[in-house]
């Protein structure tokens, strides 16, 4: 891209003058405090304030356009998630996503995506073939200071979001958003359980109080992998782990279950379930806007 067209891309973005000083004391400084605690900077984020820096040094120079401090405002909001699995190290990237001013504070249940959709102003990931039926999602809105205060995340969650080939489907469904919903199913050939899913969602509340690098800690797997995914361009991370599954599903005994981890334009997706790595690879290759 030429100068004119870059000068020209840069002139179509707003910012504040606050905004600038904060942007660009925060390249300078490499570090912010919150309530007076230093918070943990990745090396990655160092490197990226660093190229902000630069970016927003050599614009000014050039073409003296305040707005630059765009870009380094979009660096601030990421963050990376680091996970291991047998001891190895991997790392997701999300980012923090600005929500609706309205989103709905209270703990509920609710039918389906799109009307979450709305509520937040976002876009999620859907599967064609899922199971949305009457209070199917949990929505829980995780709150700084209090009941009252700024969300920083939220959370989504479908026990029995997809079905397969289980037979014999009978799900009890309860209006309490405390009252956990619960399925009985018979196991079919390539689904031994439901498929759970699990959307996180951290908002710019979290950006301004919580860390920039989370670590989860080590997981008892069998086997692990990254799988590269042709359908979303991103990488998934798929995994084997011992577990009896959420309350919903009522087992009875620990069975080996695959888990498969997906950031997709910044979101966190889970998905868990008696299924082969093959199968959730399917999945991963069907989900859509």
Not at 22 to 39: C, D, F, M, N, Y
Not at 82 to 107: C, L, N, P, T
Not at 167 to 185: L, P
Request: hydrophobic share 35%.
């Amino acid at each position: 891209m030429n100068e004119s067209r870059i000068k020209g891309a840069f002139e179509t973005m707003h910012t504040t003058k606050e905004m600038d000083q904060r942007i660009l004391a925060a390249v300078a400084s490499g570090q912010e405090t919150q309530k007076g605690r230093p918070r943990r900077r990745s090396r990655r984020f160092y490197h990226r304030l660093a190229l902000a820096a630069a970016i927003v040094l050599t614009l000014f120079t050039v073409f003296q356009i305040p707005q630059v401090a765009t870009y380094a405002e979009s660096v601030l909001k990421e963050f990376t998630k680091i996970f291991y699995v047998q001891g190895d190290e991997v790392e997701m990237e999300g980012k923090y996503i600005r929500i609706s001013e309205d989103a709905d504070k209270r703990w509920k249940k609710t039918d389906g995506l799109k009307e979450i959709e709305k509520n937040l102003n976002v876009r999620l990931l859907k599967y064609d073939e899922s199971y949305e039926g009457e209070n199917s999602w949990d929505y829980y809105a995780g709150m700084i200071e209090g009941d009252n205060g700024p969300i920083k995340e939220i959370t989504l969650t479908n026990y029995y979001y997809i079905l397969g080939d289980l037979k014999n489907v009978d799900t009890t469904v309860f209006d309490s958003a405390s009252t956990v919903n619960s399925i009985t199913y018979t196991s079919g050939k390539i689904f031994k359980t439901p498929v759970s899913c699990q959307i996180v969602i951290k908002t710019e509340a979290e950006a301004e109080e919580g860390e920039d690098v989370e670590v989860i800690p080590d997981f008892d797997s069998a086997e692990a992998t990254k799988y590269r995914c042709k359908n979303l361009g991103t990488d998934v991370l798929l995994y084997r782990v011992d577990t009896d599954g959420p309350a919903a599903w009522e087992q009875v005994r620990v069975r080996e279950m695959t888990n498969m981890v997906i950031f997709y334009e910044g979101i966190e997706y889970h998905f868990l379930g008696e299924v082969s790595m093959d199968t959730m690879k399917e999945i991963a290759e069907n989900l859509h806007y």
